[in-house]
């Protein structure tokens, strides 16, 4: 059996450890979205046109809940805990730049195979 991977004790390594409890492998690569959120739709529009990766998809909404827009980015990747960490400040930043914020990350759960017993 596999020692369980050591997180940092911050809000990204508490998801680790839940994904990792949760029985997610996270050797296996996925669509992971990365959230902000803006009071208009010309700043979502700007953070839309500074985002940079040709590996990043940008989809722009309105988010009804919080009368705000949405933007969320996307990219297909191993989610590692530094990999995930580096992207989400980057973006951060830029939505702070254009006056947004960020909003959280997330993905679908690749579960672990079992072995046969």
């Not at 990204?12 to 029985?23: A, E, K, P």
């Not at 919080?66 to 530094?82: C, E, L």
């Not at 580096?86 to 730049?97: C, G, I």
């Amino acid at each position: 059996m596999d020692a369980p991977p050591n997180f940092p004790n911050d809000v990204n390594g508490d998801v680790f450890r839940r994904m990792v409890g949760n029985g997610d492998n996270l050797s296996q690569p996925r669509m992971m979205d990365f959230c902000h959120i803006f009071p208009e739709r010309r700043q979502a529009l700007a953070f839309a046109d500074i985002v940079d990766g040709r590996d990043l998809t940008v989809c722009i909404s309105y988010y009804e809940e919080r009368d705000m827009w949405q933007v969320t980015v996307k990219r297909y990747m191993i989610p590692t805990y530094k990999d995930v960490t580096a992207l989400e400040l980057s973006l951060e930043a830029q939505a702070e730049s254009v006056g947004g914020e960020a909003d959280g990350w997330g993905c679908m759960t690749v579960k672990r195979e079992e072995p046969n017993a």
